[in-house]
């Protein structure tokens, strides 16, 4: 029998409205018993001190590319799931768009062989809505269902032809899978790099603009109502998205919602200036789809959150080499990096007042497990809680610790984050996945 002890610390466990503290005991890799003093009931125990930082459930991010198969330069699953520990998660759910893409079980399994292999937290991986993520015909939902995946997405891009999205959205009420959507019509985004608005007319660059976005949002909430389907929107990054979002919420539309810490955090500044607004530069690294917008819709979307109409928070860590990003701007390939920074960056939320610690909490961890009843699927029962019998995923956090972002640390391959040299306030502390420490910094205390 193998017991762990976490003693002291502020637990926070938004699925129970939990908020105080009290010790976590995990026995054989389940969350045995959480109360004040219930660590010393034990004897024989591996011990934590966690006076002074909070305990969590690990967080669960629906909407990670780990780029395995196929792009094993960018990320694999080994440097990922590292990555993901340390920043403080315990389940990641894998995008498919990898080489070749997961439409098939074949592919599905080839993941979770290696997860099983590699991984060090838990790896939920997603199959594609249409084949080879080419648009054009549905993938196998049954097989994909029964191969495990707990989602459908063709994320990178959006399924166009509406018709073909309709009937993606009716087959996969058969196997009760959410179909999640990248909402950009390629044709408004063509050749569009950045964001639509002034910074990419003072660069020089065709922009995205913000009703690329919303105009699949409200289509493909109308076509997920005509389905009785179960519609999640990948990022939402715009003002209009949310107001869309809250609409079919309030009329009863099973409309799920993520948005990311980039997109709650970054504007379209960001891919000109930077840290520093003396000259204007093409930061790649800032380059994104869909891309960072203006302050308005930073606003709408933390609203959105705090509010519920956004579920939750998912990083599209979307790790690239070099030499995809330190090119022209337009050919240099978009997305960011985030496992690592996540929780640091929307801590930022937190101290300026406009999300409560638990708020941030809950969008972490039960939020997007409730988001995709992740605990309804056979063996996650207890995910994102630690309710007694739960899964043994914890995260330990400090949420006042000052630190510099440091890209060449990061256990991900990825280096490609605009937040390289910025001070960041709100860490991870520990992350322990079954019962095991599977990232522990020097604040980690044994007792
Ligand atoms: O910027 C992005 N990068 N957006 C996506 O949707 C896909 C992602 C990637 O896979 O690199």
Redesign the pocket.
């Known amino acids: 029998m193998s017991t762990l002890a976490i003693h002291n610390g502020r637990v926070i466990d938004p699925a129970l409205g939990r908020d105080g503290i009290a010790d976590v005991v995990i026995v054989d890799g389940r969350i045995a018993r959480v109360g004040p003093n219930e660590g010393d009931m034990v004897v024989e125990a591996e011990r934590i001190d966690a006076t002074g930082l909070i305990v969590t459930p690990g967080f669960v991010d629906l909407h990670t ?1 780990l780029r395995e198969p196929g792009q094993e330069h960018k990320e694999t699953i080994a440097t990922g799931t590292r990555a993901a520990a340390r920043g403080g998660y315990t389940t990641v759910c894998a ?1 498919p ?1 990898t080489t070749p893409p997961l439409d098939s079980k074949a592919a599905v399994e080839s993941v979770l062989r290696e997860a099983e292999l590699s991984a060090i937290v838990r790896v939920l991986p997603i199959g594609t809505i249409t084949r080879g993520r080419a648009g054009k015909e549905l993938s196998p939902a049954g097989e994909l269902a029964a191969s495990g995946v707990v989602a459908l997405s063709d ?2 891009d959006a399924v166009a032809d509406p018709s073909l999205m309709r009937h993606a959205l009716e087959y996969s009420t058969r196997f009760g899978l959410p179909i999640a959507q ?1 909402c950009e019509d390629p044709s408004l985004v063509a050749g569009g790099h950045m964001h639509e608005g002034w910074v990419a007319t003072r660069l020089g660059l065709r922009g995205r603009p913000a009703s690329a976005e919303e105009t699949f949002v409200a289509r493909d909430i109308a076509l997920a109502e005509l389905a009785g389907a179960h519609l999640h929107i ?2 939402v990054s715009t003002a209009g998205s949310v107001a869309l979002i809250a609409a079919a919420r309030a009329r009863g539309a099973r409309v799920t919602a993520e948005v990311t810490p980039h997109h709650l955090t970054l504007t379209h500044e960001e891919v000109a200036f930077g840290a520093d607004y003396q000259s204007a530069k093409y930061i790649t690294n800032a380059k ?2 869909p891309p960072l917008r203006e302050e308005a819709d930073l606003a709408a979307l933390a609203i959105a959150l705090r509010d519920g109409v956004i579920d939750c928070i998912a990083t ?1 860590h ?1 790790p ?1 080499s070099t030499s995809d990003k330190e090119i022209e701007f337009d050919l240099a ?3 960011l990096t985030m496992l690592e920074t996540s929780f640091g960056l929307c801590m930022k939320l937190v101290h300026d007042g406009t999300l409560s610690l638990p708020t941030l909490i809950e969008r972490l961890t039960i939020g997007p497990v409730r988001a995709w009843g992740l605990d309804t699927r056979a063996g996650l029962e207890g995910i994102g809680t630690l309710a007694p019998g739960a899964l043994g995923d914890v995260t330990l956090l400090d949420p006042n610790a000052d630190w510099t972002v440091d890209p060449s640390t990061f256990a991900s391959k990825g280096h490609n984050t605009p937040l390289g040299g910025r001070q960041l306030r709100g860490r991870v502390v520990a992350t322990i996945f079954g019962g095991r420490l599977v990232h522990e910094t020097d604040r980690v205390v044994a007792l």
Do not use: I, L
Request: net charge negative.
């Open positions: 590319h995008m768009n994320d990178g990248h990948c990022h994104v789809n599209d979307a690239h390939s978009p997305g």
